[in-house]
């Protein structure tokens, strides 16, 4: 299976920076999105911890193999990453270099190397993700690609042949990995990152264990060569260590490699909501000490990786705002030991790789609880353009009409005959101005300013409102403009649909009742829930501490769908737990306070607050249940004091 993206242009006559006839470009290669360096983050002791906290996050997830957007921050550790190993070196000849101002993308390799393994064996890959980090949109999005994914294996020197794509590893090493996926995808790598697992293990146990939401019982005692890895873990949020998070990244004994691929992507979201709220400086010098040890990164052009560079993707992963971490997700996958999809499913994913949609949560939201948006985007075909060139390079005015007039927007020429030119041709980063007059014109301008990757929003100036013949927007193209558009996000808006639940709360009452003296908050009952699923067999109530100090209770029913899938309800009086940091939206429905958290358009968990007590529903590992269900879930909880009398009347 191959996947090359490629796009082309037609041809036409458009006017050139200088108000002259030109012919439009030839067709594009792979696109490239230049951003503008992060601002320097301010001074004082608590946001230098944030941002250490935030660059040891990344690169926690560097170690787990599962993603990552920045890792270290001082010069001495840096150069202790740079690669060693003559396999990586190798590798590096292949990356393209990371150019001032452009997203970057990075190969994460998690490999594993096992103590009782004869010297020579090859390592395997476990874990393969692109992680791509764009300060312009303020956004990482990362692309894991099951290791049994059928793909077609590159191996420098070597023909290509067909094999499950962890083959690229284990027979080419970092070369063959960096290959496959570069043909898979299209994209050029900027970095490759290779992590040893006994990393990811002890990563997390020098920060104190990570917060996890274990959707079920995970366990089996039959290990060594004949078995799967040894697990035991029930459901719920918690506590893992290494040994037990990486038990839980890593199985799929009676699942897929898709679930696996879900479970790493959890532990992303889950260890970022860690460090963000409990990270201790004190911490730094042993998690740098595992870092060096087991990480080599290695960056386009040769060079070793500096310091700055590293501050710079620490400072973006810090401003990130809620919900602008973004996974895409592979779809259509077909098989159970051998998957298989379209070479359409991969593009699609590496179109929403490269540029998430922003939007999608609050879109998402507005759709599911049928709320109108407060201001409409204006699109391209009513939205009048006109480009200035600021860059002093000739044509780049006429190249970026083009491009636009392509994308269905509505080019106007300067007034007067007057040549396509700015005031002066000194603009490093690309302009975007609008007409504050026109409604919704600042909403388009931002949309359109994507295209450019990171260019400046601002109302029109005088001085430039008089070069601008009236037009909704216009453009002035700085020196990060280099002749190409970024791909405009794929829309995932959802559609509405009905919520699918039936009546559910005969299924728990009972078991709850069984537990309510255990618990000191009120215990809540879903009326609602799923209409294909039921409480779980193997555990379908679990009542525990859910902290180590044993101060605060917590209840965790487990619901299966029909598909192998878990969902479920989580009750406790812990109300500032590391997962509740990142919610997207609040919306007061029923008279109740519910706050939604995201995943891209899909609405992974609804938190209901009350005194003393939060009750989420959440969704399963690959949010199977649409939106509108989980709201109905959510709003159906009711008190078990409540429901249990109307039970015994009924």
Known sequence: MRTTLKRGVGRGAVLN????????????????VYRQPPPVPRSGRSLLLRILGWTVLVLAVLVGGTAGGAYLYLHESVAAVAPKSVEVKKALKALDVALPGQPATALVIGYDRRADEAKGTPSRSDTLMLVRAD????????????????AEIHCPGKSPFTAKINAAYATC??????????????????????????????LVDRLGGVWMDVDRRYFNDHGGPTGYAKINLRPGYQRLNGTKALDFVRYRHTDSDVYRTARQQLFVRSFKDQVESAFSVTRLPQVIKVITSNVEVGQGGGKDVSAKTVLRYAALAYSLPPGHTFQARIEGLEGFADLTTS?????????????PDVESPRKATA???????????????????LVLNGNGVEGSASTASYLLSQRGYQMIVPPNG???NAPSYDYFRTQVHFDARVKGAKQAAA?????????????????????????????VLGQTFHGRLASAPIDQTPKRQPAAVVSGASAVVDLLREHRREIEFPLMVPTKIERSSWIDREMPVRTYWIDPDREHRAVRLTYRLGTN??????????????????????????????ELYYNGPRLHMVVLRTDGATYWVVNSLLDRLSNETMIAVAKSLQPLARVGRAAGTA
Request: cysteine-free; overall charge positive; charged content about 20%.
């Open 418 to 420: 007057l040549p396509a």
């Open 565 to 594: 899938e878990y969902w479920g309800v989580q009750m406790t009086d812990w109300e500032d737990a590391p997962v509740l940091s990142g919610r997207n939206f609040v919306r007061k429905i029923g008279g109740r306070r519910y």
């Open 447 to 475: 949309k359109l300013g994507s295209l450019f990757g990171t260019a400046d929003v601002k109302k029109l100036t005088p001085r430039i409102r008089a070069l601008g013949n009236d037009a909704m927007i216009v453009v």
């Open 367 to 385: 759709v599911a609880l049928g709320e109108k948006l407060k201001v409409r985007i204006p699109a391209p075909r009513e939205t009048s353009v």
């Open 17 to 32: 920076g200088n108000g002259r006839a030109a012919v439009p470009p030839a067709p594009l290669g792979p696109v490239t």
């Open 173 to 202: 090493g970092p070369s063959g990995a960096l290959a496959t996926v570069g043909d898979l995808t299209g994209l050029p790598i900027n970095y490759i990152i290779t992590v040893n697992f006994r990393g990811f293990r002890q």
């Open 343 to 355: 070479a359409e499913n991969i593009q699609r994913a590496v179109r929403e790789f490269r540029n």
């Open 135 to 150: 300060p312009g949109e303020k956004t990482i999005s990362m692309l894991s690609f099951p290791r049994d994914l059928t």
